[in-house]
């Protein structure tokens, strides 16, 4: 059976590549509005065709999102197999390919994505948000300092949480 709820909770179904499999993300496996807040989607892909699946699945979740009252989100993403091995000449790509393209999304569904996940910094040799020394840094760099994105070190945004006693 289903947990019980707290009025604190929030709990967030996300199915992987939901675009390329509609029916089971959202009729075989969704386990209904009265029981998630989010709904969000993993995407996994290989630099070059990252924008154009990411764009479809956050168009597909931010609309089932929309329809039900719920919010929309990025669970996990990044460049399939991580970052760490990433020569490419496109050092843009986590500007561009990534938040520009949903957060100008012409269907007007991806802007309206409260939040983007990462998956983890596992080593050195396992890692999907660059470091300085890697190929993708720039647009990475990039993306922390544009208005499509706000960090949790963000002072602006800690402000806000003190201010609405979120820390105390």
């Keep these: 059976s289903f947990p019980t709820r707290r009025s604190s909770d929030l709990w967030?179904?996300?199915?992987?590549?939901?675009?390329?499999?509609?029916?089971?993300?959202?009729?075989?496996?969704?386990?209904?509005?009265?029981?998630?807040?989010?709904?969000?989607?993993?995407r996994y892909?290989?630099?070059?065709s990252y924008a154009e699946d990411?764009?479809?699945?956050?168009?597909?979740?931010?609309?089932?999102?929309?329809?039900?009252?719920?919010?929309?989100?990025?669970?996990?993403?990044?460049?399939f197999n991580g970052v760490q091995d990433e020569t490419t000449t496109y050092k843009d790509w986590y500007y561009t390919d990534f938040a520009e393209n949903f957060m100008t999304d012409s269907y007007g569904y991806c802007n309206q994505i409260v939040y983007a996940l990462a998956w983890e910094n596992a080593n050195e040799h396992s890692y999907w948000v660059p470091l300085p020394n890697n190929?993708?840094?720039?647009?990475?760099?990039?993306?922390?300092?544009?208005d499509y994105s706000v960090f949790a070190d963000d002072e602006t945004w800690q402000t806000t949480l003190t201010n609405n006693g979120y820390y105390k």
Aim: aromatic share 16%; charged share 30%.
């Design 12 to 42: 967030e179904y996300a199915p992987a590549k939901p675009s390329q499999d509609y029916d089971s993300a959202f009729h075989d496996r969704y386990p209904g509005s009265d029981r998630i807040d989010i709904i969000a989607f993993d």
């Design 45 to 48: 892909d290989y630099d070059y």
């Design 54 to 79: 990411i764009l479809d699945d956050c168009r597909v979740v931010a609309e089932f999102a929309h329809e039900h009252n719920k919010l929309a989100a990025i669970g996990e993403t990044g460049i």
């Design 135 to 146: 190929a993708l840094w720039y647009g990475f760099e990039k993306l922390y300092e544009s």
